[in-house]
């Protein structure tokens, strides 16, 4: 793709054609990613302090009735939600694709948090987990199959009576992204970009998949184009619920978010735990 034959781009774009998500694991573009992960000024790549502290609070006090637990993060991140929870007492693990987000979670570790870097589709889990935690919607930006996959590792991962804990977009929330009119904005350096660049998004809404595809061009001012695509499957409650069952998992139950309540402003997300 050049800036020249832009206008050939495939329409619409199909889910998963043209890459599965956003950089995260390149090592500059994990480092930019990070410092979202960590401002207090939004909630995008990870939540503000203040609101992981209210999760992190439904978790101990009412997931795990405040017994010290084994937990297994996937997708951690910088540790935010590992951290929080080994000061409580549990035992941590996170692994993350990162390699910035998980060089900051190494370095701030308390004792009973570890760490690996490695990706989930590929990176056998560590076994004998009371949880196993996968939240902020990650689990929507995997190809159905790799999706499938990793709840398989993660009930294998689980000691018998062990839960997953899973925090999804919404249906509508997919699909909304979906149908997000096309945007641009210019940056002086940025996710995207160090350097000065314009960023051209479009999204598209896959009616038989159920898919959101974005996708985000990157302009240079040395001409340079770089080209980016985000796939996010929507799922509803059924079909979470099928698959969590047929990956082995029972008691699938469902919550409004991860504080347990209906939150003033409603995100676009939603929770389900089930069991080994
Ligand atoms: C939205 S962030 C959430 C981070 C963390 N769970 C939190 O709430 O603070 C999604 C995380 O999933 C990680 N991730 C995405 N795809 C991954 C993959 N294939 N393997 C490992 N980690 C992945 C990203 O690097 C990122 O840290």
Redesign the pocket.
């Known amino acids: 793709m050049n800036l020249q034959n832009l206008h050939k781009r495939p329409l619409p774009a199909q889910p998963w054609a043209e890459g599965?998500?956003i950089p995260?694991?390149d090592p500059a573009f994990?480092q930019r990613?990070l410092h979202e992960?960590l401002t207090q000024e939004h909630d995008a790549?990870?939540?503000r302090a203040t609101v992981?502290k209210k999760h992190i609070k439904w978790i101990h006090n009412k997931l795990l009735a405040k017994k010290p637990s084994r937990i297994l993060?996937?997708?951690?991140?910088?540790g935010?939600?590992c951290a929080e929870l080994a000061a409580l007492g549990h035992v941590c693990h996170g692994?993350?694709?990162?390699p910035a987000?998980i060089a900051h979670a190494v370095k701030t570790a308390p004792a009973n948090c570890s760490y690996t870097l490695?990706?989930?589709?590929t990176?056998e889990f560590p076994a004998g987990f009371d949880l196993v935690?996968?939240?902020?919607?990650?689990f929507n930006?995997?190809k159905p199959a790799?999706a499938r996959e990793i709840l398989q590792k993660a009930y294998a991962a689980l000691t018998p009576g062990g839960s997953i804990l899973l925090e999804l977009s919404t249906f509508d929330a997919v699909e909304q992204m979906g149908n997000q009119q096309p945007s641009w904005y210019t940056s002086s350096g940025g996710l995207f970009s160090a350097g000065p660049h314009t960023c051209l998004m479009e999204s598209f809404w896959d009616e038989d998949q159920s898919a959101a595809t974005e996708r985000y061009i990157i302009l240079e001012p040395d001409g340079q184009l770089t080209h980016y695509a985000s796939t996010t499957q929507a799922y509803t409650e059924d079909d979470i619920s099928s698959l969590q069952k047929e990956c082995g998992f029972g008691g699938v139950a469902f919550h409004d978010s991860l504080t347990g309540q209906t939150s003033e402003s409603p995100e676009d997300f939603f929770v389900v735990t089930a069991t080994k």
């Open positions: 599965e998500k995260w694991n994990s990613m992960h790549a990870s939540r992981i993060d996937l997708g951690c991140g910088p935010l939600y692994i993350d694709f990162s987000s490695g990706d989930l589709r990176t935690l996968f939240i902020f919607g990650e930006v995997f790799h």
